[in-house]
């Protein structure tokens, strides 16, 4: 059974950090691209963050870009989002995200979100 389970979340004043963790089991960590995405209310799901695999390659949307940085431990089955300097718009439900290979397709798989509340 695959199983996502964010933590971190909470309330923080703006200018504040925040670090968002996924522990991943049920599926082979090592082989699936991990991502962050976030929920405003009223708004669309986003990407915040990208990781491949081997945590070799990244990727950010400009909005978050210098800010926020993601990483993995593959040895852990983890995959971590580090908020630097946040602001109240960055305030959203922040959710895992994990694209699994299964033979010749990919299967996604969702965490059930973590609140991050930027405000003072």
């Known amino acids: 059974q695959v199983q996502l389970v964010e933590s971190g979340g909470g309330l923080v004043q703006p200018g504040g950090s925040l670090r968002l963790s996924c522990a991943a089991s049920?599926?082979?960590?090592?082989?699936?691209?991990m991502n962050w995405y976030r929920q405003a209310p009223g708004k669309e799901r986003e990407l915040v963050a990208a990781?491949?695999?081997?945590?070799?390659?990244?990727n950010y949307p400009d909005s978050v870009k210098g800010r926020f940085t993601i990483s993995r431990d593959n040895a852990q089955n983890t995959v971590s989002l580090q908020m630097n300097s946040l602001k109240p718009e960055d305030t959203a439900v922040y959710y895992c995200?994990?694209?699994?290979?299964?033979?010749?397709?990919?299967?996604?798989?969702w965490g059930q979100g973590t609140q991050v509340t930027v405000s003072s």
């Open positions: 995200y994990a694209r699994v290979p299964v033979a010749l397709v990919f299967r996604n798989y």
């Open positions: 049920g599926f082979s960590f090592s082989s699936a691209a």
């Open positions: 990781i491949s695999s081997r945590g070799d390659s990244t």
